[in-house]
T-cell receptor, first 114, second 111 residues
Framework: DSGVTQTPKHLITATGQRVTLRCSPR?????VYWYQQSLDQGLQFLIQ???????AKGNILERFSAQQFPDLHSELNLSSLELGDSALYFC?????????????FGPGTRLTVL | QKEVEQDPGPLSVPEGAIVSLNCTYS??????FMWYRQYSRKGPELLMY????GNKEDGRFTAQVDKSSKYISLFIRDSQPSDSATYLC???????????FGKGTTLSVSS
């Protein structure tokens, strides 16, 4: 168990809908990362927050947004969902925000868009 | 050309075999190299990391980096069925924040 929790574990929804994925980092970790994992694209970095502020952006679509709250938990909002958004979404956390800080991954949320 | 290339496999070996997993990369700015292991239905977990060219050993695992060839490897000695998982390479720039991951190689070790 990495200490990172993600809810829900599974989510099934329809095209055009909006969902929110939630992540609680390990105790003491200030940085939260969001990743999307699909069979064809692999693990893709979406966005990183450090102590409430956006630190880095990756391949995140405009339909997706995220935030990190004062208690350091984070939410990833996915809107106008398309079939191609079906994937595993992972949250990771680390103490610092640099490349060399070990990232601890949560168990993921499996999103299915029908 | 993708920044990081990794053969997805699958790779099937008998117990006790030596396994070699590899990644190539195109960005010469990468200075930090990692291997993550991901069991089925779980999140990735860090296995090993290295900063420089050369070898780094940790038990049955050896990570190797060849910056001149832009090639990294993970060797697993005396492979066990418990090593059956997907192995992802990852790399980054020291002053940066985002890691770039390979697509992962699925390994199956049979007893």
């Amino acid at each position: 168990d990495s200490g990172v929790t993600q809810t829900p574990k599974h989510l099934i929804t329809a095209t055009g809908q909006r969902v929110t994925l939630r992540c609680s980092p390990r105790s003491g970790d200030l940085s939260v990362y969001w990743y999307q994992q699909s069979l064809d694209q692999g693990l893709q970095f979406l966005i990183q927050y450090y102590n409430g502020e956006e630190r880095a952006k990756g391949n995140i679509l405009e339909r997706f947004s995220a935030q990190q709250f004062p208690d350091l938990h984070s939410e990833l909002n996915l809107s106008s969902l398309e079939l191609g958004d079906s994937a595993l979404y992972f949250c990771a956390s680390s103490v610092g925000g640099g490349t060399t800080d070990t990232q601890y991954f949560g168990p993921g949320t499996r999103l299915t868009v029908l | 050309q993708k920044e990081v290339e990794q053969d997805p496999g699958p790779l099937s070996v008998p117990e006790g075999a030596i396994v070699s997993l590899n990644c190539t990369y195109s960005n010469s700015a990468f200075q930090y190299f990692m291997w993550y292991r991901q069991y089925s239905r779980k999140g990735p977990e860090l296995l090993m990391y290295t900063y420089s060219s050369g070898n780094k050993e940790d038990g049955r695992f050896t990570a190797q980096v060849d910056k001149s060839s832009k090639y990294i490897s993970l060797f697993i000695r005396d492979s066990q069925p418990s090593d059956s998982a997907t192995y992802l390479c990852a790399m980054g720039v020291l002053a940066g924040t985002a890691l770039i991951f390979g697509k992962g190689t699925t390994l199956s070790v049979s007893s």
